[in-house]
Nanobody, 123 residues
């Protein structure tokens, strides 16, 4: 059983930064997803467990950076230039099966999910 623990959410002003963490190991991919009030959950970014390849949704490209620290079994999502529309509950998800394809930000492709962490961008 894989357990994912997210941390790092909070309240930040527009233009500010936050770093989310997801403690995880033994995955083939980690994805970050978010769900804003009244909206469907959407994929934000993912990272391959094998070679560290990364992928970003257009809405966050150039502002967010996903990375991994294998010594700490942790995946990070560095979020810079935050906008009010980034406000959402952010989830990390892990895929442990071999990858069907890459990049992969389809929810059903992920096997385990964290509990979510709230990110609020407001002045």
């Amino acid at each position: 059983q894989v357990q994912l623990v997210e941390s790092g959410g909070g309240l930040v002003q527009p233009g500010g930064s936050l770093r989310l963490s997801c403690a995880a190991s033994g995955f083939t991919a980690i994805g970050w997803f978010r769900q804003a009030p009244g909206k469907e959950r959407e994929g934000v970014s993912c990272i391959s467990g094998s070679d560290g390849s990364t992928y970003y949704a257009d809405s966050v490209k150039g502002r967010f950076t996903i990375s991994r620290d294998n010594t700490k079994n942790t995946v990070y999502l560095q979020m810079n230039g935050l906008k009010p529309e980034d406000t959402a509950v952010y989830y990390c998800a892990a895929r442990v099966r071999p990858m069907d394809y890459w990049p992969n930000l389809r929810e059903y492709q992920y096997d385990y999910w964290g509990q979510g962490t709230q990110v609020t961008v407001s002045s």
